[in-house]
């Protein structure tokens, strides 16, 4: 025979919305029974919440044993609804400022709401999300009923306090009651049918004595909380930018961005290049994360704009996944050459989010934003002078701009809101204009060059886990000698077999560094270069790929002209590290 515990209470709340449910609870399970739908009414007011009370319950011995509580709350039911018939509204109002009242003198309590939805808005109040999160950190864990869900995008379960679950929070000795409601709220689109609307709401219940400290400390702590649980928590996504015709206008506006999962699994320690540099990028990222204080006493908009430059596959992308990952931010991958125009790139701009980074890669490659474009351009001007309101002329031609992209830079992201970072990457760097590139807007310049020793140690130990060989002193000679990109060691120092033979893998980069030196070699013959054999080889290297020579150079001058200097520069830098 099952024996259960029998409760029923009746929660009362005064107008509007005017609810009284009675719940039946038997252990876990509970039956709420709505007093003030008339459409419950006439179901036997029948509203069946969790469990195993269900609608079979009434042919098993459960239902048996809850067969005479129904009859009697039916008919309770029907006498209520009665009541509220006849009351009048005027009646039923004084009665309930009436009873707030005597409750507000005798109770010692009070009650702060924290409403789902803030007024005159679809969008969830971010004061609820952050209790919400706040509450599933410290004290989902003591809820006995919780509510899972699965966030956009991501993998992993969330779990919340479930409805009408009260739990208990402590802060610096005061006893702080936390309890998620949930209301219907009555639409009478049609008087014998109305339309019913759920709405949730965290109440917060506390001693008055502890007013001030809730108000002061306690609040400002679960935002607090709330926001970096969020934070934790989240997906990291990487987004690309939708063609404008692809915009389409939904419920929640034009979609301009799409998202996959950002899962590159590139951290700064698997990165190889010169220990001291990537140090440097890495305290300059620690300083800009921790720096909101910073940027705003010294009135700087909170971003950071970062230019990679180097040859193909010396790991630019590499490392924008690297800081991504560092930082936990998202990553906003901005294809310039889909985007049509300056006022699609705002659009855009304005779209992204804190805490991410935007990439444009490739910038010489997306887009004519050169210094010879803007040459030619400043002479269209002179064409044009006389037609001052004629300023955005590029604009017209449907085409992003330089000038949109610096606008886009500088002008809109200071109104944006902060902790933004931009990132260019190009194997040209001489050919970006100076005004593109200069500090203030490309604030840290990284060179991304040929494979180093120091770099070669990280791939050696990521690829093979081997951290010495008696190889290793060949490979250092030879790297010095030749350049060779971390992607082209990374290619040979990958074992071919899940056994990892590390005697191969060394030796076949061996091979290779002494074919790349042998190419070189040969290259640099026919050139008239021929004071010193050695810079000879080097130096038509650098020939071979004359745009390049100032992106392979150490500094971050490219102005020079002096082939065999900048020759000497980049073998000093590579031996360096
Ligand atoms: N510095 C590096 N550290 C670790 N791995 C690297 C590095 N550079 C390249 N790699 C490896 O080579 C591959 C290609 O590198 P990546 O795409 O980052 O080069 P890139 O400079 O962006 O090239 P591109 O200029 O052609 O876009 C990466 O997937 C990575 O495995």
Same mark, same amino acid.
């Given at each position: 025979?099952?024996?259960? !515990?029998? $409760?029923?209470?009746?929660?009362?709340?005064?107008?509007?919305?005017?609810?009284?449910?009675? %719940?039946?609870?038997?252990?876990?399970?509970?039956?709420?029974?709505?007093?003030?739908?008339?459409?419950?009414?006439?179901?036997?007011?029948?509203?069946?919440?969790?469990?195993?009370?269900?609608?079979?319950?009434? @042919?098993?011995?459960?239902?048996?044993?809850?067969?005479?509580?129904?009859?009697?709350?039916?008919?309770?039911?029907?006498?209520?609804?009665?009541?509220?018939?006849?009351?009048?509204?005027?009646?039923?109002?004084?009665?309930?400022?009436?009873?707030?009242?005597?409750?507000?003198?005798?109770?010692?309590?009070?009650?702060?709401?924290?409403d789902e939805h803030a007024a005159d808005s679809f969008a969830r109040s971010e004061?609820y999300r952050?209790?919400?999160?706040?509450? !599933?950190?410290? $004290?989902?864990?003591?809820?006995?009923?919780?509510?899972?869900d699965l966030p956009d995008g991501s @993998?992993?379960?969330?779990?919340?306090?479930?409805?009408?679950?009260?739990?208990?929070?402590?802060?610096?000795?005061?006893?702080?009651?936390?309890?998620? &409601?949930?209301?219907?709220r009555?639409t009478?689109v049609?008087?014998?049918?109305?339309r019913?609307e759920e709405r949730?709401?965290?109440?917060?219940?506390?001693?008055?004595?502890?007013?001030?400290?809730?108000?002061?400390? %306690?609040?400002?702590?679960?935002?607090?909380?709330?926001?970096?649980?969020t934070?934790?928590?989240r997906q990291r996504r990487l987004f690309t930018n939708n063609t404008s015709g692809d915009w389409g206008g939904g419920e929640d506006g034009p979609r301009v961005w799409s998202h996959v999962k950002l899962?590159?699994? *590139?951290?700064?320690?698997?990165?190889?290049?010169?220990?001291?540099?990537?140090?440097?990028?890495?305290?300059?990222?620690?300083?800009?994360?921790?720096? #909101?204080?910073?940027?705003?006493?010294?009135?700087?908009?909170? =971003?950071?704009?970062?230019?990679?430059?180097?040859?193909?596959?010396?790991?630019?992308?590499?490392?924008?996944?690297?800081?991504?990952?560092?930082?936990?931010?998202d990553v906003y991958d901005l294809e310039l050459t889909a985007v049509k125009s300056n006022t699609e790139l705002r659009r855009l701009f304005i779209e992204t989010t804190g805490k991410s980074i935007i990439v444009i890669?490739?910038? @010489?490659?997306s887009i004519?934003? &050169?210094?010879?474009?803007?040459? !030619?351009?400043?002479?269209?001007?002179?064409? #044009? #002078?006389?037609?001052?309101?004629?300023?955005d002329?590029e604009d017209k031609d449907g085409k992003v701009t330089?000038?949109g992209l610096?606008n886009f830079i500088?002008g809109l992201w200071?109104a944006c809101g902060?902790?933004r970072?931009i990132?260019?990457?190009?194997?040209?760097?001489?050919?970006?204009?100076?005004?593109?590139?200069?500090? +203030?807007?490309?604030?840290?310049?990284?060179?991304?060059?040929?494979?180093?020793?120091?770099?070669?140690?990280?791939?050696?130990?990521? %690829?093979? +886990?081997?951290?010495?060989?008696?190889?290793? +002193?060949?490979?250092?000679?030879?790297?010095?000698?030749?350049?060779? *990109?971390?992607?082209?060691?990374?290619?040979?120092?990958?074992?071919?077999?899940?056994?990892?033979?590390?005697?191969?893998?060394?030796?076949?980069?061996?091979?290779?560094?002494?074919?790349?030196?042998?190419?070189?070699?040969?290259?640099?013959?026919?050139?008239?270069?021929?004071?010193?054999?050695? #810079?000879?080889?080097?130096?038509?290297?650098?020939?071979?790929?004359?745009?390049?020579?100032?992106? &392979? !150079?150490?500094?971050?001058?490219?102005? *020079?002209?002096?082939?065999?200097?900048?020759?000497?520069? =980049?073998?000093?830098?590579?031996?360096?590290?």
């Amino acid at each position: 025979m099952l024996t259960f !515990s029998f $409760c029923l209470r009746i929660l009362t709340r005064f107008p509007p919305p005017n609810y009284i449910y009675i %719940y039946l609870v038997h252990r876990d399970d509970f039956a709420s029974i709505n007093l003030t739908s008339p459409t419950s009414v006439m179901i036997m007011g029948l509203e069946m919440v969790g469990g195993d009370a269900d609608v079979p319950a009434y @042919d098993s011995g459960f239902g048996y044993g809850w067969a005479g509580v129904w009859s009697t709350l039916a008919s309770l039911l029907f006498l209520w609804s009665m009541v509220q018939d006849h009351l009048p509204f005027q009646l039923e109002d004084h009665l309930a400022a009436l009873a707030r009242r005597v409750l507000a003198a005798v109770s010692p309590y009070v009650t702060i709401t924290i409403d789902e939805h803030a007024a005159d808005s679809f969008a969830r109040s971010e004061a609820y999300r952050a209790a919400e999160a706040y509450l !599933s950190a410290t $004290c989902a864990g003591r809820a006995a009923r919780l509510r899972a869900d699965l966030p956009d995008g991501s @993998d992993r379960v969330s779990l919340a306090v479930d409805d009408h679950v009260e739990v208990v929070d402590g802060f610096r000795g005061a006893r702080l009651c936390w309890r998620k &409601t949930k209301t219907l709220r009555r639409t009478n689109v049609i008087a014998w049918n109305p339309r019913e609307e759920e709405r949730r709401a965290y109440r917060l219940t506390f001693h008055r004595r502890h007013r001030a400290l809730v108000e002061a400390a %306690y609040l400002p702590h679960v935002l607090a909380e709330g926001r970096a649980v969020t934070v934790r928590n989240r997906q990291r996504r990487l987004f690309t930018n939708n063609t404008s015709g692809d915009w389409g206008g939904g419920e929640d506006g034009p979609r301009v961005w799409s998202h996959v999962k950002l899962e590159h699994p *590139s951290t700064f320690a698997t990165l190889a290049m010169d220990p001291a540099r990537k140090q440097e990028i890495v305290d300059d990222l620690e300083m800009f994360r921790d720096g #909101k204080e910073y940027y705003a006493s010294v009135g700087k908009a909170w =971003k950071r704009g970062y230019l990679l430059f180097g040859p193909p596959g010396t790991g630019k992308s590499t490392m924008i996944a690297a800081m991504a990952n560092f930082l936990d931010y998202d990553v906003y991958d901005l294809e310039l050459t889909a985007v049509k125009s300056n006022t699609e790139l705002r659009r855009l701009f304005i779209e992204t989010t804190g805490k991410s980074i935007i990439v444009i890669e490739d910038i @010489d490659c997306s887009i004519d934003l &050169t210094g010879k474009r803007k040459k !030619s351009n400043k002479n269209d001007k002179k064409k #044009k #002078k006389n037609m001052p309101w004629d300023n955005d002329e590029e604009d017209k031609d449907g085409k992003v701009t330089l000038s949109g992209l610096l606008n886009f830079i500088d002008g809109l992201w200071s109104a944006c809101g902060g902790e933004r970072i931009i990132i260019f990457t190009t194997n040209h760097k001489e050919k970006l204009d100076p005004a593109l590139i200069r500090r +203030g807007r490309m604030d840290m310049h990284i060179e991304m060059s040929y494979c180093c020793f120091e770099g070669f140690k990280v791939l050696a130990n990521n %690829y093979l +886990g081997v951290a010495e060989h008696e190889l290793f +002193g060949e490979i250092r000679r030879l790297l010095e000698e030749t350049d060779m *990109s971390p992607a082209d060691v990374a290619e040979n120092l990958m074992p071919r077999s899940k056994k990892k033979d590390v005697d191969a893998c060394l030796g076949k980069l061996v091979k290779a560094l002494k074919e790349a030196s042998r190419e070189a070699a040969l290259a640099a013959k026919p050139l008239p270069l021929n004071k010193d054999e050695d #810079k000879d080889e080097e130096g038509t290297d650098e020939d071979e790929d004359d745009d390049n020579s100032s992106i &392979t !150079s150490s500094g971050h001058d490219s102005d *020079s002209d002096d082939e065999e200097e900048k020759t000497t520069k =980049k073998r000093e830098a590579k031996k360096k590290g």
